[in-house]
């Protein structure tokens, strides 16, 4: 049986070749009314692209890759959403895949072994060391993202990211602001990951200039960024003395932040009367939630315009351009769980 072409979906759905090419590779240039009739002539026929034929004529496949640790993580989830829309408008498809941290997965998708089709990776990575990447940068396109590890003037690959110490150090000078002396950061991990030093260095940073002290006390160790080890961090904090315990919490993510904010309740704390809060990520979960979660907000739409636009011009270019390090801005949007006056959740 004949493979499915693009000349029959077309005469399928009464549009030109060239329409259903557009739909196909996610142009944004196509009405809603065409793209579901293209789509249902491409489920009807069992259209497939051939990945292998456009690489025969253009040399590439128009396929990418975003590499992150964790998709059950909000911000990656949402920042996927964006690679995937600034992709398809440069006429790329975008394959997600998961690493979990791992070190070896990370250096298998940054050279695009085990998807030969691949043209580029934007690839957020964890463990994976800079040695490692600094040797396959300059084989095949890669666009990082998230917190350098690497020392600050070596750049392996392009990066787009934005400024951690900075953002920490304003999230941390907003609750001293409120007047909290005894402020707590949860973050802090036993990997020592870039992220978690970063942001505790802009921590300790607004400490220093509010004239409070730095209490290690007041940072518990956790494993994961995540809503378990923020429920489990507070519980630990809420069972020191009362003249030691907390009045205002600073984490390194916004699951860390709902996880406090849980074992505030069971403790019967009230948020922000009691425990000021503030995270880091901008997640819609930060927006929607009760008290909503000030929390500090990467531009994920830029960040995620920035790398695909980064790795477009390297998969186009002839001769590989040098590496660029790209920050991004980010914002902090101040909430109920630190302002204590009710708001009404902004409409996207």
């Not at 997600?96 to 941290?101: D, N, P, S």
Request: proline share 6%; aromatic share 4%; glycine share 6%.
């Amino acid at each position: 049986m004949a493979a499915v072409t693009l000349k029959d979906v077309a005469q399928r759905a009464g549009v030109s070749i060239k329409t259903v090419s557009n739909v196909v590779r996610g142009a944004p240039k196509v009405s809603e009314t065409t793209r579901t009739r293209v789509m249902h002539a491409v489920a009807e026929l069992g259209y497939r692209p051939n990945p292998s034929a456009r690489r025969l004529r253009t040399g590439r496949s128009g396929l990418i890759a975003l590499a992150v640790p964790d998709l059950a993580t909000p911000y990656f989830a949402e920042l996927a959403h964006h690679v995937r829309t600034e992709a398809a408008a440069l006429g790329f498809t975008v394959l997600i895949e998961e690493t979990l941290g791992d070190a070896k997965e990370e250096l298998r998708l940054a050279t695009g072994v085990g998807a030969s089709l691949l043209d580029g990776v934007i690839l957020s990575p964890l463990h994976v060391s800079s040695d490692e990447l600094a040797s396959v940068a300059d084989e095949f396109p890669l666009v990082l993202l998230g917190e350098r590890s690497y020392e600050r003037d070596r750049v392996v690959a392009d990066h787009v990211l934005i400024d951690n110490v900075a953002a920490a150090r304003e999230a941390t000078a907003h609750l001293a602001g409120l007047g909290r002396t005894r402020i707590a950061a949860i973050g802090v991990d036993r990997p020592a990951s870039a992220t978690s030093r970063q942001r505790l260095e802009g921590f300790q940073l607004a400490l220093h200039e509010a004239g409070l002290t730095y209490d290690p006390r007041l940072s518990p160790q956790v494993t994961e960024f995540d809503r378990s080890n923020g429920l489990l961090a507070m519980r630990t904090l809420i069972g020191l003395p009362a003249d030691v315990r907390p009045d205002a919490v600073f984490c390194f993510s916004d699951l860390l932040a709902i996880g406090v904010r849980r074992a505030a309740f069971e403790a019967g704390f009230h948020i922000p009367g009691d425990i000021a809060l503030a995270g880091v990520d901008g997640s819609e979960e930060a927006r929607y939630s009760t008290p909503s979660l000030t929390s500090v907000v990467p531009d994920k739409a830029a960040i995620a315009s920035l790398a695909v636009k980064c790795l477009a011009t390297r998969i186009r270019a002839d001769e590989a351009p040098p590496f660029e390090v790209h920050m991004a801005p980010y914002w902090l949007e101040v909430r109920e769980s630190t302002s204590g006056e009710r708001q009404q959740p902004a409409t996207p």
